[in-house]
């Protein structure tokens, strides 16, 4: 970002490249990437970021067990139900939560019942950069799916300073 002074006022002015043009105004208009627009890389970030998440950390270890709705997991979690489905809708994207059911609870109304399919996760630092891995449990109990690989994250290169 850089500023520059036009007739006296400073505007300031934000460069983007063309690929990004895309994903920049999807997100500015509020839209979320699904898992096929995500790279491999930024998969990986999302994954990190969501584990290192209070909210989703509760939404993951709740609904480990058993599927919980949104509203039952907002109440037994303590969190805000604008930020429960938030959270909800990023760790689907990235496969870590899933629609385990809906079930009609009145008058045709429908609940979804969200399950967590995180099988087992590990955030460590290695030779300088963060490696997240993680399992997840099947989607319609067939074969076990492949483990992530190892994606190392550089979020600072030293060798660049």
């Not at 609870?105 to 950069?129: D, E, H, M, P, W």
């Not at 891995?133 to 550089?154: A, C, Q």
Request: charged fraction near 25%; aromatic fraction near 8%; include cysteine.
């Amino acid at each position: 970002m850089f500023s520059r002074l036009e007739g006296g006022a400073a505007t300031a002015c934000l460069l983007i490249s063309a690929d990004n043009l895309k994903r920049t105004c999807l997100n500015a208009a509020g839209a979320h990437f699904t898992r096929a627009d995500m790279t491999p890389e930024e998969k990986s970030m999302e994954v990190s970021k969501l584990l290192a998440d209070g909210y989703s950390q509760k939404i993951l270890a709740y609904t480990y067990a058993s599927p919980m709705s949104a509203q039952r997991l907002s109440k037994v979690c303590r969190i805000p139900i604008a930020a429960c489905y938030r959270r909800i809708h990023e760790l689907e994207q990235v496969g870590l939560v899933t629609i385990d059911r809906e079930k009609e609870v009145y008058k045709g109304r429908k609940v979804r019942l969200y399950k967590c399919k995180l099988k087992t996760a590990s955030i460590k630092f290695q030779n300088g950069k963060f490696v997240t891995k993680y399992d997840t449990w099947p989607e319609n109990g067939g074969s076990e799916e492949d483990p992530s690989p190892e994606s190392p994250l550089s979020l600072f290169d030293p060798s660049s300073a």
